[in-house]
């Protein structure tokens, strides 16, 4: 019996997954518990294992398409077994197999597909075998529904020998039909580029480098990076503090018989926890025309992840103790780090901390996540002297810089939060206490 299997739905906020990755083609057995295929969503990387037990029939989708969720990605059971029931593609994208036979009477020249250039219509299989095969997707005749290119049109153009090489795809120049390139591509030299002669200089044969498609994750990193500076007003303050009762505190509870490990950084966050609690500004989000404040603080915490950059949320971070906070935050962040971390904690919070202090940043620049008003980064600890009693002494001195939205709230209130976060981490026996 065939069974379809879907593109899993990885928290309530995730409406498409990307196959990054088969690992099972057509015909292979399968058996329970093999890796089907890799998938992403904009936050996470994840593997779909079978549930049963039989011959992989049929693939719907390529490496790096975009599939809705819950939705039909193969097909595993007995050989011979029909699967056409089960294919859930959009309808533009089925006729470029299951019409595939139309106007197979009608020759298309070199000349009529350039005529016909222009559409932007282009469905996402069409557009991932132009990438693959350095096809001028505006040489396409779009013979899909609507006036779309789809995959059959660019096939024709490989029949038609209409190439490009990678460089002069990414020129954004208009393209020749056929160029000086290997198979008659077009090259850059084709398109009028300029040649430089470097005098006295040999210059090397071919350039050594590498093309890697970039994760999804890394896409979604930097746009949400370009989008937090282009629509926010970002001013950063940066003090420090004397780190002396923290340190010594972390000494006691490492060598205490306290299942939790608690650093150095649970202790800024439980002490941010705290203060903010005093400035709502801090802990809101900025809507344009609306402040929306949270009655509790919601901590984002920034994990390095071999995937990029993950913020998974440690919600209710207020009301939790210090070893409490310290299981939170480690439980996110291996979650996240090992890739399994459901997207909705991936959201929903009301403030961040990031800690460059470990790789020695003395001072930094942290980035908004929009529509947060407030991100803090934490720094190393350097030694640092002060005069007490008429006496030069040394302290152990740890900065903090704080990035915050000067459209949501000004420069003083936001000095005022990092200048009683400052003394609440200097006293924070006393902040336990509260």
């Not at 990193?221 to 972390?250: G, H, P, Y």
């Not at 940043?361 to 803090?376: A, D, H, K, M, R």
Request: aromatic fraction near 6%.
């Amino acid at each position: 019996m065939a069974i379809p299997v879907i593109m899993p739905r990885q928290g309530q906020s995730v409406e498409s997954c990307i196959v990054t990755k088969w690992h099972k083609e057509v015909g292979e057995k399968v058996v329970v518990g093999d890796v089907l295929f890799s998938y992403e969503t904009d936050k996470a990387s994840f593997e779909e294992e079978a549930t049963v037990e039989g011959t992989m029939l049929v693939k719907f989708y390529e490496e790096w398409d975009d599939v809705p969720c819950l939705i039909n990605v193969c097909v595993i059971g007995n050989e011979g077994e029909s699967t056409s029931e089960f294919d859930q593609r959009d309808a533009d994208e089925v006729v470029e197999e299951d019409t595939a036979s139309k106007d197979t009477n009608k020759e298309v020249t070199t000349e009529e597909v350039i005529i016909s250039s222009g559409s932007d219509k282009v469905s996402p299989r069409a557009k991932n075998l132009a990438s693959k095969l350095n096809i001028d997707i505006s040489k396409a005749q779009a013979t899909g529904p609507n006036g779309r290119v789809i995959e059959r049109d660019i096939l024709k153009l490989k029949e038609l020998g209409i190439y490009a090489t990678s460089a002069a795809l990414s020129s954004g120049e208009k393209l020749q039909t056929s160029g000086t390139g290997i198979g008659g591509r077009m090259a850059v030299d084709d398109i009028g580029a300029v040649t430089t002669q470097v005098t006295g200089v040999e210059l090397p044969s071919e350039l050594g480098y590498r093309d890697e498609k970039i994760p999804n994750i890394r896409k979604m990193i930097s746009k949400a990076m370009s989008n937090s500076l282009q629509t926010t007003s970002q001013v950063t303050l940066t003090a420090s503090f004397d780190a002396t009762e923290i340190v010594a505190l972390r000494k006691k509870l490492k060598a205490s018989d306290i299942e939790v490990n608690v650093t150095l950084n649970d202790m800024i966050i439980f002490a941010v926890s705290r203060v903010l609690k005093n400035h709502a500004a801090l802990n809101a989000h900025f809507l344009g025309d609306t402040m929306r404040y949270f009655d509790h603080v919601h901590m984002g915490i920034a994990v390095d992840t071999e995937r990029g950059l993950l913020v998974p949320t440690v919600f209710n971070a207020d009301i939790r103790s210090l070893v409490s906070v310290a299981a939170a935050v480690k439980e996110v962040a291996i979650q996240a780090k090992e890739g399994i971390i459901n997207p909705d904690l991936l959201s929903g919070a009301s403030f961040t901390i990031t800690n460059l202090g470990t790789f020695g940043i003395e001072s930094f620049t942290p980035v908004l996540n929009p529509p947060q008003t407030g991100i803090l980064g934490v720094n190393t600890i350097t030694q640092r002297v002060k005069e007490i009693d008429g006496e030069l002494v040394t302290y152990p001195s740890m900065g903090l810089s704080l990035t915050f939205d000067h459209g949501a709230l000004d420069g003083a209130p936001a000095a005022r939060f990092l200048q009683e976060l400052n003394k609440a981490l200097e006293n924070f026996t006393i902040l336990l206490m509260q």
